[in-house]
């Protein structure tokens, strides 16, 4: 038979026939079945549906079984267990179900726990990586602490330095998709000391690309931790906020790696009112300031940094800040250009609404046209139009344009031209606008429009 013209026959001759003891009498048949089950499967591999089909048949045959059993009769075989490797990273995407019912991961799990070359080493880690990614319920449940000890492999691995970085890496990225992929189990991975070990990765002597591939995976691991209740205060040290801090200073041109620094920062100082009233970290507002300017048409990380400055303000002290290193310039750009997104609208409204509160601001707030292209009041009268049945819009931006305008008869003609009349008019046939927005309203509109 030849096996590459009729590649799926094969299949079905292998596992009709794996019963006899055949295929079991030494491990070079096995090498040669898992490398030919292998490269049927690599045949379509620019073509999803295809692959669907071909993935199928092996999974019909019970080629899978087969191949596991394979592995188990001939454990030490580094030969077979590197073909194993690469059937099993090609078979994930549409059989992960039957692999982990077949115990493939267990497979691996043993195997790492002995000495293997970094190649084959990293190889393991990849295709763990990829069967987690793959994850889609609990019938695709690996797990990582049980006899087999998978997970007090993967910590070894993070906790022993290896010759070659790219395993370093690979371990990473398993906790990365583990992170993100298996929530359940990150308080039981920082109990057995998860957290160190990641951040005594960053010490060690990474060179050049692969250095900013740990402190990235680290950023991405930290910011994703944050977001959930129980394992923000896993990372809530602060050694992560000068990490983060770092973070800022180093990705200058990265504006993934900086949205998630912000993203960690913001819910850590969320974290509590005694972190929300604290200085930020000397030169921090600066540097959000400076990626905010750079990144001008990145809505995430402009969503976020309107976030972030908004936490700034529990601070008078970060308010100053933002002030003397042009934050408000920074916040009506993201105000104008993104006027149509909720989040930035609500964000940059509070925050420029703290600002203004601060004494002696007014005329700077104000003077800010030629500089962002559209004034405070045109900023905010835009946002009111894009949003005027959102309260959490119309309440701040009525309380700013007040404390503008009001009692400064040079600017009531400005209102006006601006669309004020007619966006205010609106503001007072909300439901369930508060009296005192009410009351700026109506002061705003007779300011505006005297006949009224």
């Known amino acids: 038979m030849c096996f590459q013209a009729q590649p799926l026959e094969f299949v079905s001759h292998v596992c009709t026939h794996k019963n006899c003891g055949l295929f079991f009498l030494n491990s070079t048949v096995a090498r040669v079945i898992v490398a030919t089950l292998d490269s049927v499967i ?27 059993s394979l592995l188990r009769k001939h454990q030490e075989d580094s ?30 799990f043993l195997r790492m726990k002995q000495t293997l ?20 319920g609990t019938a695709d449940s690996i797990d990582f602490f049980d006899t087999h000890g998978g997970m007090d492999m993967v910590l070894r691995c993070l906790e022993t330095p290896c010759d070659n970085d790219h395993i370093d890496v690979g371990a990473l990225h398993l906790v990365r998709e583990l992170v993100f992929k298996y929530p359940e189990l990150v308080s039981r991975m920082c109990f057995a000391g998860l957290i160190p070990l990641i951040f005594a990765m960053l010490k060690r002597n990474t060179p050049g690309i692969m250095q900013s591939t740990v402190l990235y995976s680290v950023v991405e691991i930290v910011s994703r931790m944050t977001k959930n209740s129980t394992h923000i205060h896993f990372v809530a040290t602060q050694s992560v906020s000068k990490l983060l801090f770092v973070v800022m200073k180093v990705f200058q041109a990265s504006a993934c790696e900086v ?6 920062i913001c819910n850590l100082t969320d974290l509590n009112g005694t972190t929300r009233r604290a200085a930020a970290r000397k030169g921090l507002v600066g540097h959000v300031l400076d990626h905010l300017r750079l990144k001008n048409n990145q809505f995430e990380l402009q969503q976020v940094g309107m976030r972030l400055l908004l936490c700034f303000m529990g601070s008078w002290r970060n308010v100053d800040d933002v002030i003397s290193c042009g934050g408000v310039v920074c916040i009506l750009r993201a ?6 997104e909720l989040s930035i609208a609500q964000d940059s409204l509070m925050a420029i609404s703290i600002i203004a509160q601060r004494d002696g601001v007014r005329e700077h707030l104000l003077d800010t046209e030629h500089e962002s292209h559209d004034g405070i009041i045109v900023c905010t009268l835009t946002l009111m139009r894009a949003h005027e049945a959102e309260l959490l819009v119309q309440r701040p931006a009525v309380g700013l344009l007040a404390k503008l305008v009001v009692g400064h008869p040079n600017l009531y003609a400005d209102l006006r031209n601006a669309g004020a009349i007619l966006a205010l008019s609106r503001v007072l046939q909300l439901p369930d606008v508060d009296t005192t927005t009410r009351k700026m309203a109506l002061k705003l509109l007779k300011a505006c429009a005297p006949v009224l």
């Open 259 to 264: 949205t998630h620094a912000m993203t960690a």
């Open 117 to 136: 070359p970094p190649g084959m080493l990293d190889l393991s880690f990849n295709t763990l990586k990829w069967m987690v990614r793959s994850k889609t």
């Open 42 to 68: 690599g045949f379509p591999v620019s073509f999803n549906s295809h692959g669907e089909h071909i993935a199928g048949v092996v999974f019909e045959t019970g080629a899978i079984t087969l191949v596991v």
């Open 79 to 108: 030969i077979l267990f590197d073909k194993y490797l690469h059937f099993v990273k090609k078979l994930v995407r549409y059989q992960l179900t039957a692999l982990v019912q077949c115990g493939a991961h267990k497979i691996i």
């Open 335 to 340: 105000m104008s250009k993104f006027s149509d």
